[in-house]
């Protein structure tokens, strides 16, 4: 007895194909479909003369698809929702035999240092916290009390404790 169906799905598996995979001989489904895995398709993955069913959309896989036996039959909904995959049966062509690449984040080099550009907009924001929060410790200890501060935050004390008084006095 050999195993024919394999469905792994939706299980957020991470890291390549297993190329254990290419030693299940008489295998004719196989869904990896909505996890994870990277890399390229394992070329071994061709020889199974058996696979009717191939599913490996939504994932991260990179590179040619490789050919060969039924891998010449898999349609685009095999490969779908993996932006790096080239080849046929994809509209997307592979250039010079090369696989694309993955992006990488936009960065802002300054001598030698380079910084990924979302945490330059951050230290921005922090370098302004703290610009503002010395004025106002400066404002503090150099005028005393912040008066206004203290009537504000007076007046909505007294406020909220004379209505939470009425609603006692209502309440019995």
């Known amino acids: 007895m050999s195993l024919q169906g394999l469905n792994l799905s939706h299980n957020n598996f991470t890291g390549t194909i297993p190329p254990s995979l ?16 990277g890399g390229k398709i394992p070329s071994h993955l061709t020889n199974r003369t058996f696979l009717e069913v191939f599913d490996l959309s939504q994932n991260d896989l990179v590179g040619p698809i490789p050919h060969g036996n039924q891998f010449d039959t898999f349609d685009n909904d095999s490969y779908s929702d993996n932006l790096w995959l080239c080849g046929l049966p994809l509209s997307r062509q592979c250039g010079n035999h ?10 802002v080099g300054h001598e030698g ?22 004025s106002m410790g400066y404002i503090v200890f150099t ?5 206004w501060f203290v009537r504000m935050v007076e007046r909505n004390w007294q406020k909220k404790v004379s209505l939470l008084i009425n609603i006692q006095h209502l309440l019995r």
């Open 22 to 37: 290419g030693n299940l001989v008489a295998l004719e489904s196989l869904d990896l479909s909505s996890n994870k895995f």
């Open 98 to 107: 090369e696989e694309p690449k993955p992006p990488t984040p936009m960065t």
């Open 113 to 134: 240092f380079s910084i990924p550009f979302i945490w330059k907009v951050a230290m921005m924001g922090y370098g302004y916290g703290v610009v503002l929060g010395l």
């Open 143 to 147: 005028t005393g009390r912040p008066w």
